[in-house]
C-alpha cells in the first residue's frame, strides 16, 4: 500500500510539473505575440426559435412512430408559412432579455452598462426590456451604479420589467423598483430596505499584550470607527448618523420610482416573501421569469441579450490542464477509497 501510495504521489508531482511547464510555456508565448482583437462577444438568441425547436422534438419523441412523418410535413409548412409571413413577424415588438447576477461588488455593473447601451441603439418604441434580476445586495455605490445603469431604460422611454425569481433584497431591491413593472415568484425575497455594517475591533486585545496602534487623521471624521484602535462615542454616533443618512437616500429613491408605497411602512429592513411583498405594494405581480417570456412569446420577438467575455487561448488552455488536474486528483482519491473498502 505504501509502495502504491508513493507511486501515486509521483504522478501527481509529474502531472503538476508539466502543467506548471505548459502554463508557464503558453503565457510566454501568448505575452510575445500579443492577444489583439475584441475582448468580449454578444450572444443574441431568440428565445421564440429555441422553444418552437423545443416543442417540436418533444412532439416527435410523444408522437406514435407512424405519425411522425406526418408532424415533419407539418413543421415544414409552418416553416413556410412563416417565411412569406416574415415581414409581418419582424413588425412584432421585440422584448430584450438581460440577466444581472449580483455578488457583494455588484461586479457585473459594467456588463449591463454595456448590455443597456447595445439595447438602447436598436430598440423600437413599442419595445420591452426585460431584466432577470437575482442579488441579496452589497455595497451601496456599487448597486447605487447598477441602479443608474438601469434607470437608462426607462429614462430613453423604453418599457421595463424586471423578473425575480429567488431574491432582490438590499442592494438588488434598490435595482428593481426602478423598472415599470417588477414581478417575483411567490417564494422570491423581497425588500430589505436597510443599511448595515460592522467590523470587529482589536484594541483591548492588542492592549492586553503591550501593542499600540497610532491611528494619525486630519479632519475630524476622517475615521470614525476602527479596527485596531481605540473607538469613542463621538465616533459611534457619527458612524450611525451616516447609516442613517444612507438610509434616508435608500428609502428616498424607492419612495421617487413606486410613490404608492408606504415607504415608512416597509423600510424597516425586513424582508418579505413574494406574495407578501405583493400585499404589501413592493411588487406588482406574482410569477416566475419563464412563465413571463412565455406569455411574451405570443406577440413579440423575445431575444436574450448577453455580452461575454471571450476565452483566450491561454485561459482555455489553462483551464484544461486545470480540469485534468482536478480529475487525476479526484481519481486517486476514488482508487484510495476503493482500496480502503477493498481491505475490508
Known sequence: MNEWLTDFGMFVAQLLTLALVVGLGTALYMKARGETGERTRLRLEELNQTRRQRQRRMQLVASRPGA??????????????????????????????????????????????????????????????????????????????????????????????VCVDKVAASGGYLMACGADRLRAAPFAVIGSIGVV?????LHRLLKRHDIDVELLTAGRYKRTL?????????????????????????????????????IEAVATGEIWYGSDALERGLVDDLGTSEAYLVERMREARV????????????????????????????RGLEMLDAGRWQKR
Open 226 to 262: 476602527t479596527v485596531f484602535g481605540e473607538n469613542t462615542e463621538e465616533g459611534r454616533d457619527k458612524f450611525v448618523e451616516d447609516l442613517e443618512t444612507t438610509h434616508q437616500l435608500f428609502k428616498r429613491h424607492v419612495a421617487e420610482r413606486r410613490p404608492a408605497l408606504d
Open 197 to 201: 455594517a460592522q467590523l470587529p475591533n
Open 68 to 161: 411522425r412523418k406526418g408532424l415533419l410535413k407539418a413543421f415544414r409548412r409552418d416553416d413556410k408559412a412563416q417565411a412569406r409571413g416574415k415581414d409581418e413577424q419582424q413588425a412584432r415588438p421585440t422584448v430584450w432579455v438581460l440577466d444581472f447576477h449580483g455578488d457583494l461588488k455588484a461586479s457585473a455593473a459594467g456588463r449591463l452598462a454595456e448590455e443597456v447601451s447595445a439595447v438602447l441603439e436598436v430598440a423600437g418604441e413599442n419595445d420591452e426590456a426585460v431584466l432577470r434580476l437575482e442579488s441579496a445586495g452589497g455595497l451601496v455605490h456599487s448597486y447605487g451604479l447598477a441602479a443608474a445603469e438601469l434607470d437608462r431604460l426607462r429614462q430613453a422611454g423604453l418599457s421595463t420589467t
Open 303 to 330: 431575444i436574450s441579450l448577453k455580452l461575454e467575455q471571450k476565452p483566450t487561448l491561454s485561459h482555455r488552455l489553462g483551464l484544461g490542464v486545470s480540469k485534468g488536474v482536478e480529475r487525476g486528483v479526484e
